[in-house]
């Protein structure tokens, strides 16, 4: 019979704040077993990754557990308690027992450290003294993780390695000691659906080797469903649902697990929209023409990042700009909001030729951005009220009166409550922020908006919400949209006509339905092979979820 690895028992965690104890997990329960994966599903603010900081006791100083327990069968040592281990009991576990796989690769390792001494970090601290053994070891590690040249990479430094193989590295980290359980948070998150894919089966395969059970703390249901054997619905600190993965997706009893289902945009259609085409006749809003961009570095010469790419945008449609990080899109994105000066090639919007030496103030009223961090992009100081009224006042539109009635409208536009206004952005949500980021961007009654991986950080239940108000206000404003993204599953939801790039040249491009049902490239058929949840799809019927090749 397979071996019970941790369990975990009526958790409840408690945090110190300003206002009193908040309870951020209440009565949670769980198990994972050995060589199998237990996958922890809900969204921001669920309580996933205090459970997971609780077993590996790393909570934040004003957190503790309240209650229950969390025991780990040690192979050597038998069933361990963890609630209530002293810091040095934690010190002999963490690394040799118990191993984490951060979310974000960029802020995990160490910037002035060379990969190899990251990857032998945990071999030091529990005991590895011969040089030669370790540097064997990391080694060994790093090739085991399918990173190419490992005596290289393990003397370079985590800012030449890309997002993926910086992703691998803290997985070799991780199993250098070869822990019997293994905590994975949002390892993927931020990484391309085909480098997820590779770095997901990559620890389903050493999970499969050493035998180790996983934790695996994700938002993402399309994901849990191809890499867990059991599943674990979390809301607002307490379990909604669990069970084996195929039994929770195909018939989930819960409403809330229902819910993620209905949201997750590989797994179900959460857009219900027909496809917009081009009036006959009318020229197309946006044209592209063989753009070329190219940057100079110093001392490097000249890299290119776009190379002859060409499309049109009609008019109250949606064009997707698809690819992988580094293909281009975020640059051909930019170049067409006139952020860029191209190289060489054309970019018309409208009757404006962006790529001319100066690009009108009018122009600048009729394209507008959305970033993919609102946070970043959302003055922390000002209310939202003065960030949706600055656009207008720096175009000399209207008085005070007026431009704070007009705030207050665009704030309705976008589903968010007036008293908004007087917040700031750290004062709300993620969601909150990109509905205002949207509805400062639409503020100037803009003809275009480039949508730059602008639900790529959300939860899938506020990302379809993002989606849903993006069909709504298209529909209600006639608006265009260039929406780039590295999710095929959202595109899908939202584009007309797509671009598929691949290191700045663009392989494929078309109508999206004939683009995604019938790729002709390679890379194209590659990235929709990565789109995670193959092994569930919803009934054409039904629209419930069901288990292909069940």
């Known amino acids: 019979m397979t071996r019970s690895l941790l369990e975990i028992d009526d958790l409840s965690v408690t945090y110190r704040t300003s206002r009193g104890a908040l309870t951020a997990v209440n009565g949670v329960s769980l198990a994972v077993e050995a060589g199998k994966t237990t996958a922890l599903v809900g ?59 951060p979310q974000d690769p960029g802020t995990s390792l160490n910037p002035v450290a060379t990969i190899g001494a990251s990857v032998s970090e945990a071999l030091r601290i529990h005991g590895w003294r011969d040089r030669r053994k370790i540097r064997a070891r990391v080694l060994e590690l790093l090739e085991r993780v399918d990173i190419d040249d490992p005596e290289r990479r393990a003397a370079q430094y985590p800012h030449e390695l890309s997002g993926g193989m910086r992703q691998r590295v803290l997985i070799a980290a991780a199993l250098g000691l070869e822990p019997e359980l293994v905590i994975a948070d949002e390892p993927t998150s931020a990484l391309d659906v085909t480098v997820q894919r590779r770095v997901l089966e990559l620890l389903d395969r050493l999970r499969q080797e050493s035998g ?81 961009q190219e940057f100079r570095t110093p001392g490097r010469g000249s890299f290119v990042a776009v190379d002859d790419v060409s499309f049109t945008v009609a008019r109250g449609t949606t064009h997707a700009l698809v690819g992988e990080s580094g293909s281009g899109k975020t640059t051909t994105g930019r170049s067409i909001a006139g952020l860029n000066r191209p190289t060489s090639g054309t970019i018309r919007v409208g009757d ?116 849903r108000l993006l069909a709504r206000l298209q529909d209600e404003l006639s608006l265009t ?42 890379y194209t058929r590659q990235l929709l092979a990565a789109v995670p949840g193959a092994a569930f799809r919803p009934d054409a019927v039904s629209g419930t979820i069901i288990k292909e090749n069940a």
């Open 43 to 101: 969204e921001s603010g669920s309580g996933k990754s205090s459970v997971a900081q609780s077993v590996i006791g790393l909570l934040a100083r004003n957190g503790r557990v309240a209650g229950g327990s969390i025991v780990l069968d040690e192979r050597t040592g038998g069933p361990t308690q963890l609630v209530g281990l002293p810091e040095r009991r934690w010190r002999h576990l963490r690394g040799r027992c118990i191993a984490l796989i």
């Open 212 to 292: 180790s059970g996983v934790l695996f703390i994700t938002h993402d249901l399309a994901v849990a469903a191809d890499h867990s054997d059991s599943l674990v619905v979390m809301r607002r600190g307490r379990v909604e649902e669990s069970g084996s993965s195929a039994a929770v997706l195909t018939a989930p009893t819960a409403e809330y697990t229902r819910n993620l289902l209905a949201d997750a945009p590989s797994l179900a259609q959460i857009v219900e929209r027909r496809p917009h085409s081009p009036v006959e006749g009318e020229p197309p809003l946006v044209e592209v023409r063989a753009l070329r």
């Open 352 to 467: 404006t030729e962006v790529t001319g030496a100066r690009t009108s103030r009018e122009f600048r009223r009729a394209a507008q951005l959305v970033y993919q961090n609102p946070f970043a992009s959302l003055d922390p100081r000002q209310s939202i009220g003065s960030i949706l009224a600055e656009p207008l006042e720096n175009f000399g539109i209207g008085n005070r009166a007026e431009r704070t009635e007009r705030a207050a409208h665009q704030l309705e536009q976008v589903a968010l409550a007036p008293e908004i206004a007087a917040r700031r952005p750290a004062e709300l949500s993620g969601g909150q922020r990109q509905r205002v980021a949207i509805a400062r961007a639409l503020i100037l009654e803009p003809q275009l908006v480039v949508l730059d991986e602008a639900v790529s950080a959300l939860d899938v239940t506020v990302q379809a919400q993002i989606l």
């Open 481 to 522: 949209y260039v929406f780039i993204s590295h999710d095929l599953a959202v595109v899908r939801q939202i584009a007309d006509t797509v671009s598929v790039l691949r290191r700045g040249e663009q392989v494929e491009e078309g109508p999206i339905a004939r683009v995604f049902d019938a790729p002709e490239h390679a």
